[in-house]
């Protein structure tokens, strides 16, 4: 009913930079909470960076001033600035979206993920 589609993911040398996009789609009436999670092999997911519909931002210690996050609302689209990357960024990221349908019921959908691979 709604469908998240992650796209940016790749391989990166330390110290660069990719852009993650996160496009939602199906019976959306509104959008709340959006975020960007990633698991790495053997750990368990963790939340990177969350952010309102009102823009209000959170970040995980380990990507503050490095990670931005940001969002379209008219196209309810998310991004995922990523700066200075390090190895241990290395996992599949995956996009979070929770809001309302147009059926008036909650909705909290995720994506199939995107691999993001830093090494040298």
């Known amino acids: 009913q709604v469908q998240l589609v992650e796209s940016g993911g790749g391989l990166v040398q330390p110290g660069g930079s990719l852009r993650l996009s996160c496009a939602a789609s199906?019976?959306?009436?509104?959008?709340?909470?959006m975020g960007w999670y990633r698991q790495a092999p053997g750990k368990q997911r963790e939340l990177v960076a969350g952010?309102?519909?009102?823009?209000?931002?959170n970040y995980a210690d380990s990507v503050k001033d490095r990670f931005t996050i940001s969002r379209d609302n008219a196209k309810n689209t998310v991004y995922l600035q990523m700066n200075s990357l390090k190895p241990e960024d290395t996992a599949v990221y995956y996009c979070?979206?929770?809001?309302?349908?147009?059926?008036?019921?909650?909705?909290?959908?995720w994506g199939q993920g995107t691999q993001v691979t830093v090494s040298s």
């Open positions: 952010i309102t519909r009102g823009g209000s931002t």
């Open positions: 199906g019976i959306i009436f509104s959008i709340n909470a």
């Open positions: 979070n979206a929770a809001g309302t349908t147009t059926w008036n019921m909650p909705f909290d959908s």
